[in-house]
């Protein structure tokens, strides 16, 4: 049986996280005019073909989570992004002995443009 406290935690937690506003967008992106509303509100596609049984787990997991796919799938970027993000700042300060910031970024990025001139690459 449900404890009190449990329910009153699941509740919160439903409140705070609700997909109304998801699932709101997910019906106008599915709509005929889907194209338009993407632009609408500057939205980009973000995807790709993966195998059956990936998709298959996919599947099972959002009617679990009773959230739609693209919910779904836009949690787990913005996780494995932030994953991503950490592991690249803390190698980056380990390896150099400061944070990265933006210009350290784009100092690589010219460096990098002007080695592939000197270098006659494109």
């Known amino acids: 049986m449900l404890k ?3 329910f009153a935690q699941l509740a919160a937690l439903r409140s705070a ?3 109304l ?3 709101v967008l997910d019906s106008f992106l599915a709509g005929s005019e889907g194209d338009q509303d993407r632009e609408k509100f500057v939205l980009k596609r973000l995807q ?3 195998n059956p049984a990936l998709f298959s787990k996919v599947e099972i ?3 679990l989570m ?3 796919k693209r919910e779904f799938l836009e949690m787990a970027v913005i996780d494995a992004v932030d994953k991503a993000w950490a592991v690249f700042e803390d190698t980056y300060e380990e390896a150099t002995g400061h944070a990265w910031t933006e210009e350290d970024g784009s100092a690589d990025a010219q460096t990098d443009a002007d080695q592939s001139q000197t270098n006659g690459q494109d």
Do not use: A, E, K, W
């Open 4 to 6: 009190l406290n449990h």
């Open 17 to 19: 996280h609700s997909t």
């Open 66 to 68: 009773n959230c739609t």
């Open 21 to 23: 506003h998801r699932q």
């Open 48 to 50: 790709f073909d993966t």
């Open 61 to 63: 997991v959002c009617t």
